[in-house]
């Protein structure tokens, strides 16, 4: 049996007002533009919800799939009336959010206009859309573990299951240890290179085609005479004269130097 763990995102069961706010970042009291709209339709369209203000009625707490959001007022008894006069009159709810829009949910033949403050995500709902950069690298942070920490919490898991008591193993006969399988592994050598068949020496690097070519280090030293004239040479040759008052080209003693150095193939360490 391989038993492992994986991560994914749920919607986390907050009022609907809160789970909007924090979707679009601004206040509940802001007015929605059209941009936040579509947002709001796109993100909350296919969620379920339930009810806050019949949470009283033990056969009232209904559950319902969001298939869109309107304004538009709801009809009642043969008359217009708008959700927040309905709320005001049955439940004797004031809405302290009349403009934002109600949920429309249950389906097109039948449809129903909700507030979104009486309504509420209900838990457990695996969220199926696209995340943003900000919630990818949060859920990378808490899925990322380091190998230690992995088999720590798979032990873990497997000593909380219970296996020895479990029915349907004793059912099957199944004997499940409660420990991590070892299996022998060897460590592969370095792969050659792809240019040349050339090999870093002393180092492993991994194989990637961005790795051109491969060259042993060397160290080039240059000579204290030498390197004193191009030093001097260079730090004087703003003004056009060296440490002892000749002439210089820095440009020409650049190329000189590189002229000496010419032929060799380094890596600046």
């Not at 949470?55 to 009809?75: C, P, Q, T, W």
Request: proline content about 5%.
């Amino acid at each position: 049996m391989a038993e492992d763990m994986s991560s994914t995102s749920f919607i986390e069961p907050l009022p609907v007002i809160k789970f909007v706010c924090q979707l679009l970042n601004k206040d509940a009291f802001r007015p929605l533009s059209d941009v936040d709209r579509v947002k709001i339709k796109k993100t909350l369209r296919g969620m379920k919800v339930k009810v806050t203000h019949q949470e009283n009625l033990k056969n009232m707490r209904r559950k319902y799939h969001v298939i869109g959001f309107d304004s538009f007022s709801a009809e009642e008894s043969g008359t217009i009336k708008s959700v927040v006069q309905h709320f005001q009159e049955a439940y004797d709810i004031v809405l302290q959010h009349p403009h934002w829009p109600c949920l429309q949910v249950g389906n097109q033949q039948r449809q129903n206009y909700l507030p979104m403050e009486v309504c509420r995500i209900v838990e457990g709902q695996r969220y199926s859309k696209s995340l943003s950069e900000k919630q990818v690298t949060s859920l990378l942070k808490v899925t990322c573990q380091r190998p230690y920490d992995r088999e720590r919490d798979i032990v873990k898991a497997v000593h909380h299951n219970d296996y020895d008591e479990d029915p349907y193993a004793k059912e099957f006969g199944l004997k499940i240890s409660n420990k991590l399988a070892t299996i022998e592994a060897r460590i592969l050598p370095i792969p050659v290179s792809y240019n040349k068949g050339l090999l870093p020496e002393g180092y492993c690097y991994p194989c990637s085609f961005r790795l051109k070519k491969a060259f042993r280090k060397i160290h080039v030293r240059l000579t204290m005479e030498l390197e004193k004239k191009f030093s001097g040479k260079m730090r004087n040759g703003t003004s056009g004269q060296s440490s002892t008052g000749s002439n210089c080209d820095p440009h020409r003693e650049t190329q000189e130097l590189m002229g000496r150095l010419r032929g060799l193939d380094l890596i600046h360490t």
